[in-house]
């Protein structure tokens, strides 16, 4: 296996083991440091299960994999379809506007009611499943930017929730391209300094991210605000020094664990690859999509899934 194909594979993994990681610590308290959370445990859902956070982004990649470039009326169908196949957890944001869709309201017009109803929500509904975006267009910078933005803007048309999306999968699309052998550490740093520069995040978002390395634990609150996730992500990445490392760090910080334990495992799969993610891990990971089919989803089935992403990429080049 080449090293673009460990990384892709590393991101589609990473994610979700992420996702299934801080499952069982989501909506608690941070854990102390002295008792951190290292193993797949069972929490709401068993072991080693993914959530919302993956299933969202199955569907983005079923979409991906099927109509090329996206097209944002087949994923609003694929997201309310999942919707409406009554998931075990879906943020509010998101279920109020494909409650509107499924009611036959245009996506562009639940969108803009929704945030129009509360318009400084901007909640990291998006970000947690934009990967396979990533893992697609890794190498078509203008298409992974739109289609970054227009998979967002299907729920969370929010400029931070937008520029999120576009800002990590710019950061893991560097990181596949970095060559392999330099450290690691100078590899992750370069890639967010990047895709910083190619994202009018404005001056408080771009703050965030700009300190996230030299926050201290304490001072992370890791709630669903989009700003959160990200400062979270990027501090756990940037202050550790392996995948395993990060995500543990990640998702004890808990309140929104699952979504920042997908997002920092996203970036930390595409920095050391499908080979730096624990076996322990990935051997105990799986869900069910589409909802209650019948249809598991193993490790394996994200390494084809990475796979079969890469050529949709490029065949559009
Ligand atoms: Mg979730």
Not at 140 to 158: D, G, M, Y
Not at 269 to 278: C, F, K, S
Request: aromatic share 6%; proline share 6%; hydrophobic share 45%.
């Amino acid at each position: 296996m080449d090293a673009v194909s460990d990384k892709l594979r590393g991101i589609a993994v990473g994610a979700a083991i992420g996702d299934a990681l801080g499952m069982p610590l989501e909506f608690h308290p941070p854990h102390p440091v002295y008792d951190l959370v290292t193993e797949m445990v069972r929490g709401p859902l068993p072991a080693g299960t993914f959530t919302d956070d993956t299933e969202m982004a199955l569907a983005l990649a079923e979409s991906l994999l099927l109509v090329n470039p996206l097209d944002t009326r087949d994923l609003a169908a694929r997201f309310t379809a999942w919707y409406q196949s009554g998931p075990d957890d879906i943020g509010i944001h998101t279920k109020q506007v494909l409650h509107l869709i499924a009611r036959g309201t245009s996506w562009e017009e639940a969108a803009r009611t929704v945030q129009d109803s509360e318009p400084d929500s901007a909640a990291n509904g998006s970000v947690m499943r934009c990967w396979p975006v990533a893992v697609a267009r890794w190498n078509s910078p203008a298409l992974l930017v739109a289609e970054s933005r227009l998979q967002s803007e299907i729920t969370h048309p929010h400029p931070d929730c937008v520029n999120a999306c576009v800002l990590i999968n710019l950061i893991l699309s560097n990181l596949v391209h970095h060559s392999p052998g330099s450290p690691s550490d100078a590899a992750l740093r370069q890639a967010i300094a990047s895709a910083v520069e190619q994202v009018d995040l404005g001056t408080d978002f771009r703050l965030v991210v700009d300190l996230a390395p030299v926050r201290s634990r304490d001072g992370l609150r890791n709630t669903g605000w989009v700003r959160h996730t990200v400062e979270s992500a990027l501090w756990a990445v940037l202050t550790t020094r392996s995948f395993e490392e990060a995500l543990v760090q990640a998702v004890n910080l808990g309140w929104d664990a699952d979504t920042t334990g997908c997002v920092t495992g996203a970036i930390a799969g595409a920095l050391y690859g499908l080979e730096g993610i624990p076996s322990r891990w990935r051997d105990v990971l799986h869900g069910e999509y589409p909802v209650r089919s019948g249809k598991l989803w193993f490790q394996k089935d994200f390494i084809e899934l990475a796979d079969k992403l890469a050529q949709v990429g490029q065949a559009s080049e």
